[in-house]
């Protein structure tokens, strides 16, 4: 194999990934993960049974597959709109956790396909634990991001009251998910980020 060849596979081989991950997102979120068709996936990528076994071992890990792709996204569009806020001068802890916090209730909404999948259960076995080690993993996430108080002695943040914030956020998401339309979402994410930023108040 020439030198110019493994870049050429590697590619060939995302390309086959991502077209199997695009069309189980279709499939998965039209039937559920029980009534899914390994046949459908691999016909709507123009793919073979062989490459879905190969890049994902099967239907459960392709679900979960699925389920990381999604969630690394959301983390990125929470970390990004931290970034951005902390590019404008924001310093503030609670505003930053609010900054995150609405880009993921946005992901929410634009990704609502997978959130209302995600949401209504029913995944393969060990799903759950997979999903309670990402919420944890988020949990931590925002420990750090709430490392200080909002009142002048800088203390931390209590274990408890982050978890109820991110619960409070993560339990939003949801019903941003299942909202009729888009301005019926974005009223509901306002309103609960508004009174997180309340309870937060000093």
């Known amino acids: 194999m020439t030198t110019g060849q493994v870049p050429r596979l590697r590619g060939r081989a995302e390309t086959t990934r991502n077209a199997l991950l695009s069309s189980a997102r279709e499939v998965f979120t039209a ?118 108080g909002p009142d002048d002695a800088g203390e931390p943040w209590g274990d408890a009251l982050v978890l109820v914030l991110t619960t409070v956020v993560s339990e939003a998401g949801h019903e941003v998910a299942v909202c009729d339309n888009e301005d019926s979402a974005g009223r509901l994410a306002g309103d609960v980020l508004a009174l997180i930023s309340r309870i937060a108040a000093p």
């Open 31 to 148: 039937s559920g993960f029980a009534e899914a068709s390994i046949a459908d996936v691999v016909a709507g990528a123009g793919a073979s049974v062989g490459s879905l076994y190969h890049h994902f071992g099967g239907k459960a890990e392709l679900y979960l597959a699925l389920f990381e792709d999604y969630q690394q996204r959301q983390e990125a569009r929470a970390a990004g709109a931290v970034r951005q806020a902390r590019g404008e001068q924001e310093s503030d802890p609670v505003a930053l956790f609010v900054a995150g916090s609405r880009a993921y209730l946005d992901g929410c909404w634009a990704e609502r396909d997978l959130a209302r999948l995600f949401l209504a259960g029913g995944g393969p076995p060990g799903f759950e634990l997979v999903a309670r080690r990402r919420y944890r993993e988020w949990t931590r996430r925002n420990a750090a991001l709430l490392s200080h």
